[in-house]
């Protein structure tokens, strides 16, 4: 089968067009065949070698999140049956068997949901790492609830885009933060209440505008860097900060004094503890219901890619350009 393999860890011109066998079935996997992938942040961290820890080994085939059909059902599987449209975040990472770039990938049936009958194969593809991140991040870290204030950091990044829908879903009132009109504009339509440039808007200010300076009741940073600390500084006493970039260096003193509580979200972690598998497909199982509710839809960036040109969708990642996801079509 075709892939876009790596040989070492590299630039974005480091993928190579290859053919490879095609994957064995396993018990308890599904052979799909890929329609479509997307571009995450760790995906660029993996073939950068960032994090080798997590890397898959050489020859590797990137890319975990993935949309498709089911070609063929392993043993013990009673969940998919051949034809049926799946979407996931099921390869890629190590200990997997393999990822996403390719005509075919294997994939563990715990790790996979049915997609919603309302989206695209592109649509599909952009949602199961980013929308994991935030149920994890919002309910069953933060246990964040109807009624309660959130503030959510990054209006039209992958993570923070899905985690206003999901908010807004579970009745809280939502309040997120951009670098621009263009952007504030997209959080108000994604369902945001209220909408905060942060570069004239200090976090004084608009705790004291917001919340008469008593702060959010929840915070979610999908910034990370200096923006934990302003996480930090937006909290409620006794709020909660949930996170999912936080390789950095931190003074928490005000942590300490406002009591808060601190959550970090790193998804990959129950993709390398296998036991944890099924946790993710009952979570996308949910987010399908929540699809076809009609209460949300991943945001695309209008540049769509091929997998011929994944390294050409890694540079455009890395320049900060995008809005919302970038996806890749299978065109093979």
């Given at each position: 089968m075709k892939s876009q393999?790596?040989?070492?860890f590299g630039e974005p011109s480091v993928f190579q067009l290859e053919e490879i066998t095609k994957p064995a079935l396993k018990p308890g996997h599904v052979l799909l065949k890929v329609k479509a992938t997307s571009v995450n942040p760790i995906d660029v961290k993996v073939r950068a070698g960032v994090v080798p820890a997590v890397a898959p080994e050489f020859p590797a085939v990137l890319h975990g999140d993935v949309a498709g059909f089911v070609c063929a059902v392993g043993k013990g599987v009673t969940k998919f049956k051949i034809g049926d449209e799946v979407y996931g975040?099921?390869?890629?990472?190590k200990g997997t068997s393999g990822g996403a770039l390719a005509e075919f990938m294997l994939a563990n049936v715990d790790l996979l949901a049915h997609k919603p009958k309302n989206l695209?194969?592109?649509?599909?593809a952009a949602l199961p790492l980013v929308s994991i991140t935030a149920w994890e991040a919002l309910f069953n870290r933060a246990g964040l609830t109807s009624g309660q204030d959130i503030l959510i950091h990054g209006a039209t990044g992958g993570v923070g885009h899905i985690a206003i829908q999901l908010a807004k879903w579970s009745g809280a009132k939502v309040y997120t933060t951009a670098s621009s009109e263009e952007k504030l504009e997209i959080g108000t339509r994604l369902g945001a209440d209220?909408?905060?440039?942060?570069?004239?808007?200090?976090?004084?200010?608009?705790?004291?505008k917001y919340t008469n300076g008593k702060g959010f009741d929840v915070v979610f940073d999908t910034v990370g860097g200096e923006n934990l600390d302003r996480?930090?500084?937006?909290?409620?006493?006794?709020?909660?900060?949930a996170a999912i970039a936080?390789?950095?260096?931190?003074d928490l003193s005000s942590v300490h004094s406002k009591g808060l509580?601190?959550?970090?979200?790193?998804?990959?972690?129950?993709?390398?503890?296998?036991?944890?598998?099924n946790q993710y497909g009952e979570i996308l199982e949910k987010i399908?219901?929540?699809?076809?509710?009609?209460?949300?839809?991943?945001?695309?960036?209008?540049?769509?890619?091929?997998?011929?040109?994944?390294?050409k969708a890694h540079k455009y990642l890395e320049s900060g350009k995008a809005i919302g996801k970038i996806v890749l079509k299978n065109n093979w």
């Open positions: 393999i790596i040989q070492s975040c099921a390869g890629g990472f695209t194969m592109e649509e599909a209220v909408t905060i440039n942060y570069q004239k808007e200090s976090v004084h200010d608009y705790v004291q996480s930090f500084e937006a909290a409620a006493v006794h709020g909660t900060v936080t390789r950095s260096t931190h509580s601190l959550h970090v979200i790193f998804m990959l972690l129950k993709i390398l503890n296998q036991e944890m598998h399908t219901s929540i699809v076809e509710e009609g209460k949300l839809r991943p945001l695309l960036d209008s540049n769509i890619f091929t997998f011929d040109e994944v390294s």
